[in-house]
Each structure stands twice: as C-alpha cells, then as structure tokens.
C-alpha cells in the first residue's frame, strides 16, 4: 500500500510541475496578448487621426474646388469680354483711317 501511496505521490509531483509549466506558459501568453491589445489601442488611435486628418483634407479640397469652379467661371466671363488683337488692329486701323479723313478735311 505504502508503495502505491509513493506512486501517486509522484504522480502528483509530476502533476504538479507539469501544470505550473502550463501555467507559466498560460502567464506568457496572457502577457503577450496584453501587449498585442496595447498595439492595438496605439493602431486604433493613429487610425482615428488619419480619419481626422483624411476629413479635414477632404473639406480643403472641397473648397478649392469650389474657388477653381468660381475662378473657371470668371476666366469664361474674362474670355467672352476681353480685347483680342485682332480687335486692336481692326480699331488701331479705324484711327488711322480717321486720322487721314480729317487731314484730307483739314487740307480742302
């Protein structure tokens, strides 16, 4: 009897140490996964200040591309109304004509 109680007594000895490895190993794991939540918690917050970040460039661009559309808007209205040079020499000629009907006036 005395040499089964010494046999279940190793049993458990055995026992014993195999679950303080486990538990070791368990302590590891858990250490690690606290550590992977923590990356996490950093990853979570660099992505909400992208998203932030991506938000206020959107607006920007929004803006510019209103301003690009009012300036487009001006450059046709600038294009319709301005003075070409073909206009500059029709009335730069329209002077000259003037200017020799009043010589011939001038000179009857």
Do not use: C, F
């Not at 302590?27 to 206020?56: C, P, W, Y």
């Not at 020499?89 to 011939?104: A, G, L, N």
């Amino acid at each position: 009897m005395e040499k089964k109680l010494d046999l279940i007594l190793q049993k458990l000895d055995k026992i014993e140490i195999q679950l303080e490895s486990h538990s070791e190993i368990l302590n590891s794991h858990t250490k690690i996964l606290e550590h992977h939540s923590e990356i996490l918690a950093r990853h979570t917050e660099i992505l909400d200040s992208h998203g932030e970040t991506l938000h206020s460039h959107s607006e920007k661009l929004e803006q510019l591309e209103a301003k690009v559309e009012a300036n487009s808007k001006d450059l046709e209205l600038i294009k319709k109304t301005m003075v070409t040079q073909s206009d500059l020499h029709y009335y730069d000629q329209k002077i000259s004509e003037h200017d020799r009907e009043i010589m011939k006036i001038k000179l009857s």
